[in-house]
């Protein structure tokens, strides 16, 4: 065959593999496959990296024989050319067979001599006091730590990459992130780590436009070994942000580096990102870090006192442990009172100073609502769910709880409207101020509304809404 028909004969197993996947894997995983070669009724395809070959693998594999089968005919056989990249080389592939795993390496085309230069010493950003020795595990947190520590072990070279941990504000991700980065600086010294926070990421890529050397802003990051991204919901609506980082992590992921990032929800719950972005977080290890239990929480107390040498009784331990129940910081920052109030005033940690301590910060009335707080209360109060908020969706009941949201939102929060658009349902700014025009309106000459209206604004601030 010609290289043209085996490219029209792959262009059809293409149009029967559309028929029979989602949009989106048809886009994520058959898309970037290129055809090379057919010979010996053998089709030659490349892929973009060894963790795509092993998902097609597994996922498709039936799916891509029978089409196989059906276009190029019976017993054709399929074998991959994946890109790899070895430091020491020009970049290469290795040819995989279908079904055998066997591998194959195929010599360089050309022989390019790539000239060592040296790339200078890079301050990882990472806190040493965060570190798997002082991040307690539980049973909330411990498939996390488990795959935290096999990358750690070995970066880029497990099925975890990239590695994704999501969970609520104060659960221990910034602690998990840095323990895994500096286990492989301590494992690995000539690895280039590097932590940095999504919004200090977008500050210098926004600096790097202003100044024109947005080029050599990506090909810093393109020199990293592992990235840890933290908080990456902060991309949410920063397209322009969002492409450069698509890009960075296409490169880093093909070349076999390693990636971590973190974010207060889930991939499928990130309004506001792309869809090609969203895939890519779901390609490796997905890892939720949910809130401590009461167990928990009493270990990590029990460590904190431990290392700052304090003396605090068991029961007073346990109270903690058991009314603080979100946040692990929270939990600290209590230890820290106690040890202040016991310093300054000369007097002993008892049940009485924990329960003023603690009642200051269970009860905190200026708690700062979020958006995601808005929603879970909105949906609940209409008896929607929170996807069919992020979904298109025109069924009355959903379109007023969006429009509360939208409403609620701009009323809570210092976000603009399309910040706002972005996190509720992907809107653009103008149906933000249009709902927040038909709430107005409706609150103006609908006294059942205004009641309902209150009462999520009750359940929001807990009892202290706002008028």
């Given amino acids: 065959m010609s290289e043209l028909n085996h490219v029209e004969l792959w262009n059809r197993c293409l149009d029967v593999i559309k028929d029979n996947v989602s949009e989106q894997a048809y886009k994520t995983w058959f898309l970037p496959i290129v ?19 092993e998902f097609l693998e597994d996922k498709y594999l039936d799916l891509l024989r029978k089409t196989l089968y059906k276009v190029f005919g019976e017993g054709t056989k399929l074998m991959y050319d994946v890109v790899v990249n070895h430091s020491s080389r020009p970049e290469q592939t290795v040819q995989m067979e279908s079904t055998k795993r066997a591998i194959i390496e195929r010599k360089p085309v050309m022989n390019i001599k790539v000239p060592n230069i040296p790339i200078p010493e890079l301050d990882p950003h990472l806190n040493p006091d965060y570190n798997f020795d002082t991040f307690i595990e539980g049973v909330s947190n411990k498939l996390s730590r488990s795959v935290g520590e096999a990358v750690a072990q070995n970066p880029a070279k497990t099925i975890f990459n990239p590695l994704f941990i999501y969970g609520a504000s104060g659960v221990g991700k910034t602690h998990l992130a840095n323990a895994i980065g500096t286990k492989i600086k301590e494992l690995y010294p000539t690895k280039r780590v590097l ?31 592992v990235l840890i991204i933290d908080d990456i919901q902060e991309f949410a609506g920063l397209t322009k942000t969002q492409n ?10 093909q070349n076999g580096k390693q990636l971590i990032l ?25 890892a939720e870090l949910e809130k401590p239990t009461v167990e928990l929480r009493k270990n990590i107390l029990l460590n904190k006192i431990h290392r700052d040498g304090l ?11 058991e009314n603080v129940s979100d946040s692990v910081r929270d939990l600290e920052g209590i230890v820290i009172s106690l040890m202040a109030h016991a310093t300054i005033y000369n007097r002993d940690i008892d049940m009485e100073l924990a329960k003023r301590i603690v009642r200051k910060v269970v009860n905190c009335e200026n708690k700062q609502v979020t958006v995601d707080d808005i929603i879970a209360t909105v949906c ?18 959903v379109v007023q709880a969006r429009q509360v949201a939208m409403y609620l939102a701009k009323s809570y929060t210092d976000l603009s409207a399309a910040k706002i658009g972005s996190l509720i349902g992907n809107k653009d700014h103008a149906t933000v101020l249009h709902a927040c025009k038909t709430i107005k309106a409706q609150l103006e000459v609908d006294k059942v509304f205004q009641n309902e209206l209150s009462e999520i604004k009750q359940s929001l601030k807990g009892g202290n809404g706002k008028a």
């Avoid at 055809?35 to 070959?53: H, M, R």
């Avoid at 003396?311 to 442990?321: E, H, K, R, S, T």
């Fill in 380 to 397: 609940g109060h209409f008896g929607v769910e929170a996807k069919d908020i992020y979904s298109k969706t025109r069924k009355s009941e």
């Fill in 195 to 225: 932590y940095v926070s999504a919004h200090l990421f977008q500050v210098q890529y926004t600096d790097s436009v202003r100044n024109n050397t947005t080029n050599d802003f990506i090909n810093f990051y393109q020199n990293i070994d």
């Fill in 244 to 253: 450069t980082f698509f890009h960075i992590f296409n490169q880093l992921h």
């Fill in 311 to 321: 003396q605090i009784p068991m029961d007073v331990v346990n109270f903690i442990a």
């Fill in 35 to 53: 055809p090379l070669e057919y010979k010996e009724k053998t089709l030659l395809v490349q892929v973009p990296s060894q963790f795509f070959y």
């Fill in 262 to 286: 973190t974010s207060d929800r889930a991939p499928v719950l990130l309004q506001g990102m792309e869809e090609r972005l969203i895939t890519r977080f779901k390609w490796g290890m997905v």
